[in-house]
């Protein structure tokens, strides 16, 4: 396995692991439990107090606000359900590439320079992703120092106002961005999974078409034997079907 060509996968599943979606049957109890009822409460729970607060809002915004927020994480909840299902089709579809590239590194005329290549964009998407939610909810995380507000209008059981509770508004800022980075975290590595998919797709369609177009232009017999056979059986008979076609009598 080349280590730098699956360094997205790599870092994409280690993310996975950190927070508890990578249920693939082979995790411990512990972290079965407490991966399920994270998620539980950084997604289901939070969602239902993102309804509870936009029932209860008086103002348009903080509907807006409220529902804008709601629609987010319900996204967000959606993808990592869709993740836990199919997570083992993703796993034998890790195997099956890493065996399709086993098999071609072994031809000469395989480099897997155009793979690393899709690879290596997608990679430094997923990172220049990554590093603009983190910057995102860094800012975010201020906005309870400098406003002494939360980052985004939640219900929570307890007065979050710093006038009336202090001690409740830290909690509930903590817990909000805390859920804002560890969010964003799955969503990015969701959102990028497909897309690294999809570079070593385009990647081995690229290797393949040049290795084809190799296979006939290397030898000079091997080309005329191909070129002829393409005349022959696609091109005359297209040709001549057409001209037929364009002699028929119009009734």
């Not at 395989?110 to 793979?115: A, G, R």
Request: hydrophobic share 50%; aromatic share 18%; proline share 3%.
């Amino acid at each position: 396995m080349d280590i730098e060509m699956y360094k997205p996968f790599k870092l994409i599943f280690s993310m996975f692991k950190f927070v508890g979606i990578w249920q693939d049957g082979n995790q411990s109890w512990i972290y079965f439990i407490l991966g399920y009822l994270v998620h539980i409460l950084s997604n289901d729970i939070f969602i239902s107090c993102e309804i509870l607060y936009l029932v209860n809002s008086v103002d348009l915004m903080d509907f807006v606000h409220a529902f804008v927020i709601m629609v987010t994480y319900s996204a967000l909840a959606c993808k990592t359900k869709n993740f836990f299902w199919k997570i083992k089709k993703i796993n034998a579809s890790v195997e099956t590439l890493n065996d399709l590239l086993n098999i071609t590194q072994n031809y000469d005329l395989f480099s897997h320079v155009l793979i690393r290549k899709q690879v290596a964009f997608s990679y430094k998407i997923y990172l220049m992703l990554w590093s603009s939610a983190l910057v995102t909810c860094t800012a975010g995380a201020f906005v309870p120092f400098i406003n002494h507000k939360l980052p985004y209008k939640v219900w929570f059981p307890f007065e979050t106002d710093i006038e009336k509770n202090e001690l409740g508004f830290w909690v509930a800022s903590f817990l909000v961005v805390f859920n804002s980075f560890f969010g964003s975290a799955i969503d990015m590595a969701l959102d990028i999974l497909p897309v690294t998919f999809m570079a070593f797709e385009i990647g081995l369609l690229d290797e393949c078409t040049g290795v084809f177009t190799l296979s006939i232009t290397k030898s000079i017999t091997d080309f005329i034997k191909m070129t002829t056979f393409m005349v022959l059986e696609i091109f005359l008979p297209c040709y001549i079907g057409r001209l037929n076609h364009d002699q028929l009598p119009i009734s």
